[in-house]
């Protein structure tokens, strides 16, 4: 369970610097 764990928190890392380079090309 753990590692379900660390890897939904990679993909929150990687969607918040994805919004974040989305919202920065605005």
Known sequence: ???VIKAYRVIS?????????WTANL
């Open 1 to 3: 369970m753990h590692h």
């Open 13 to 21: 890392v990687t969607e918040a610097l994805s919004f974040t380079a």
